[in-house]
């Protein structure tokens, strides 16, 4: 069975962490572009991290990079997103989603075609 699971949301307070998991089952993310996107109320979804297949190699969004980072476990077959530096504007729903099988050494936020159901992140006082 083909599925992406996504976990570790919750409510945290400004300048609090989080790491999110996405867990596949029927996939292995070595072969994928791993994805994690956002949205929240009212907003268009947006791409904030991904992890290539081939090198693990990542790209961020401006809003995030040197707060967020994407990571790979292999033998979990898992992909992580650590937050850092929270802030109120990252409140949204999260969602991991894959985009291959490739080869390609660089991801980007284009051409996803899997995805989880989503995770709740609220930053808030």
């Known amino acids: 069975q083909l599925q992406l699971v996504e976990s570790g949301g919750g409510l945290v307070q400004p300048g609090g962490s989080l790491r999110l998991s996405c867990a596949a089952s029927?996939?292995?993310?070595?072969?994928?572009?791993v994805g994690w996107f956002r949205q929240a109320p009212g907003k268009e979804r947006e791409g904030v991290g991904c992890i290539s297949s081939v090198g693990g190699n990542t790209n961020y969004a401006d809003s995030v990079k040197g707060r967020f980072t994407v990571s790979r476990d292999t033998a979990k077959n898992t992909v992580y997103l650590q937050m850092n530096s929270l802030k109120p504007e990252d409140t949204a729903v999260y969602y991991c989603?894959?985009?291959?099988?490739?080869?390609?050494?660089?991801?980007?936020?284009?051409?996803?075609?899997?995805w989880g159901q989503g995770t709740q992140v609220t930053v808030s006082s």
């Open positions: 989603a894959l985009r291959g099988p490739t080869a390609q050494p660089m991801c980007q936020f284009e051409g996803y075609a899997s």
């Open positions: 029927g996939y292995n993310v070595d072969y994928y572009h």
